[in-house]
């Protein structure tokens, strides 16, 4: 079955350090996205990749890296900088503009 | 800036009552709208979008919504709810001809049988 697969579903992080949530799809789709959902505030876009080798900030990038070297895969890493890290983040992609996202079932990463 | 507000952040209701989830937009182009559904432990899933002609669209599980472009409003309706319909709901507005999904805060439904 076509899909998006989030690795791992729960990761704890200690203070100072680099993690990367991993993000792959099947579904041949050329965009990927990057939310990250905490309670009270919807989902909010981190980065986004339309493209393999091109991606851009979303609204809340600061702290947070992206790469796409492959048009499967879209990893999101959580650097020391990023303030408070503690959240549930959700990968997406999309075959077309405007039509719509397939989600994957998200990461709950927590700082201890 | 691109906006969606949802102003019910938390609704509860008996099953076979009647809900309405508002959903306001704040853009004066043409737009996409969507509205997905969260289950409890479970990944966002789509339950209808409007891209462009009949403004009530019907999506699954008996929900439907209307695209109202005056009131830039685009209501979830469902006449009769189930307890399995307990979930959080996002509206979400994709500007036209772009990728981006715009999010609003989401509104939490509990339904009692």
């Known amino acids: 079955d076509g899909g998006i697969t989030q690795s791992p579903k729960y990761l704890f992080r200690k203070e100072g350090q680099n993690v990367t949530l991993s993000c792959e799809q099947n579904?041949?789709?050329?965009?990927m996205y990057w939310y990250r959902q905490d309670p009270g505030q919807g989902l909010r876009l981190i980065y986004y990749?339309?493209?393999?080798?091109?991606?851009q900030k979303g609204d809340i990038a600061e702290g947070y890296s992206v790469s796409r070297e492959k048009k499967e895969s879209f990893p999101l890493t959580v650097t020391s900088a990023q303030k408070n890290p503690t959240a549930f983040y959700l990968c997406?992609?999309?075959?077309?503009?405007?039509?719509?996202?397939?989600f994957g079932s998200g990461t709950r990463l927590t700082v201890v | 800036a691109q906006s969606v507000s949802q102003h019910n952040h938390h609704v509860i209701l008996s099953e076979a009552a009647s809900l309405e989830l508002g959903c306001n937009y704040s853009?004066?182009?043409?737009?996409?709208l969507f509205w997905y559904v969260q289950y409890p432990g479970q990944h966002l899933q789509l339950l209808l979008k409007?891209?462009?002609?009949?403004?009530l669209v019907k999506g699954i599980k008996g929900f439907e919504a209307e695209f109202i472009k005056s009131k830039f409003s685009f209501n979830l309706r469902k006449p009769s709810v189930q307890w399995s319909d307990t979930a959080e709901y996002f509206c979400?507005?994709?500007?036209?001809?772009?990728?981006?999904?715009?999010f609003g805060t989401g509104t939490r439904l509990q339904v009692f049988p």
């Open positions: 409007y891209f462009s002609g009949d403004p």
């Open positions: 997406a992609s999309s075959s077309k503009q405007g039509w719509g996202y397939t």
């Open positions: 853009y004066g182009g043409t737009v996409n």
């Open positions: 979400a507005v994709s500007l036209y001809n772009t990728d981006k999904l715009i």
């Open positions: 990749s339309q493209i393999v080798n091109d991606f």
């Open positions: 579904l041949n789709h050329d965009a």
